[in-house]
């Protein structure tokens, strides 16, 4: 087993021999991971590392194993000689055992760590429950602005999902909703200036926002990303939380079609919308009924068809997904 993994900076090679010694190295750096079976945990040794942090090092080095163990359940346990006089830089959220001098994590917990893969969060905020609490939304992302970034190893592209400028995007929603395929399900073919009315509508919307999906910094596809309880869904939703989120998406470059890369990209937007909001515990959608395609991929990236119910303009499908389900299943396709 070989391909790219990347730390917050730099593209390292990793090779797997066998399922006991993971190998990471570029230019002169060389970090390696050996299981030893007896006691359970990862012995780090490492070489040419001296300017990079000790953060940096260990969500490398976790990020390797989750890779090559992609369906691990059990905890991580890193045994590296240098942890105890690096402890008082450790940021990143694990467990350090002094006594032992290792750190761990699971493979939930990792993949819930906001950094590298976020670039913005909407909010740190948190959670509280009043009686006749107001809602109070943070401000939507700077146009143009990218929000999640992650090198995909399967397909050696990296996905990056980009918070929709007008200026800069109208070609490609213009040019997508003009397509048949795409019109059929979202019903908004239309001119130039129709378009630019509709994404100024949008940008003016304090629920809502849209997001231009890129591998590879090549736009492949649109998404509209959305507050539940100020959606049209929410009398649907009941009872919704407070900070459910939901989104519409379509891939609009036909290059980048292919079930290969739908599980990539339909568990990326997703594993953002937890990122983005860390009180958000669900994320619904409500495809047409008649999208079984779609809906057949949201099954398989362990959504839960809820029901089905009439919109005005569509009947739709209640798919829904808890924090929890997402992250104890596989987290984000790799």
């Known amino acids: 087993m070989s391909f ?27 970090l390696l991971l050996t299981y030893r079976e007896e006691s359970k945990t990862w012995d780090i040794d490492l070489n040419g590392f001296q300017d990079m942090d000790v953060n940096e090092i260990l969500q490398l080095a976790f990020l390797s194993i ?25 940021s990143l959220p694990v467990e350090y055992n002094e006594l032992e001098g290792n750190v761990s994590i699971d493979r939930m917990s990792f993949w819930q760590i906001p950094s590298p893969w976020m670039y913005t969060r909407c909010s740190d905020w948190p959670l509280s429950y009043l009686p006749n609490q107001v809602i109070r939304r943070p401000k939507c992302p700077k146009p143009g602005s990218t929000l999640y970034e992650r090198f995909i190893p399967s397909l050696n592209e990296t996905l990056s999902f980009v918070s929709l400028d007008i200026e800069q995007h109208l070609q490609y929603f213009h040019e997508w909703q003009n397509k048949p395929r795409v019109e059929y399900f979202w019903n908004e073919s239309g001119s130039w200036d129709q378009h630019h009315e509709y994404l100024t509508t949008l940008q003016n919307d304090p629920h809502s926002f849209g997001v231009i999906g890129c591998f ?25 939380h407070t900070h459910d989120r939901g989104f519409h998406a379509l891939v609009g470059n036909d290059k980048f079609r292919g079930p290969h890369r739908v599980p990539v990209w339909l568990s990326s937007i997703t594993h953002m919308l937890f990122l983005d909001d860390p009180r958000t515990q669900r994320v619904l959608l409500e495809p047409r009924i008649d999208n079984s395609k779609f809906i057949n991929y949201l099954i398989e990236e362990n959504y839960s068809k809820r029901l089905e119910f009439n919109f005005p303009h569509k009947r739709a499908a209640f798919m829904e997904i808890t924090r929890n389900m997402f992250f104890s299943c596989l987290g984000p396709r790799i």
């Open 4 to 30: 790219t993994v990347w730390s917050k900076t730099e593209p390292f090679k990793l090779s797997a021999v066998q399922e006991s010694l993971i190998t990471l190295e570029h230019d002169n750096k060389r």
């Open 66 to 90: 989750f890779y090559v163990f992609p369906t691990l359940r059990t905890e991580v346990v890193l045994q590296w000689a240098n942890i105890e006089s690096q402890k008082g830089t450790l």
């Open 216 to 240: 590879n910094d090549v736009p492949f596809a649109y998404f509209e990303v959305y507050w539940v309880p100020e959606d049209r869904i929410a009398p649907f939703a009941q009872p919704w």
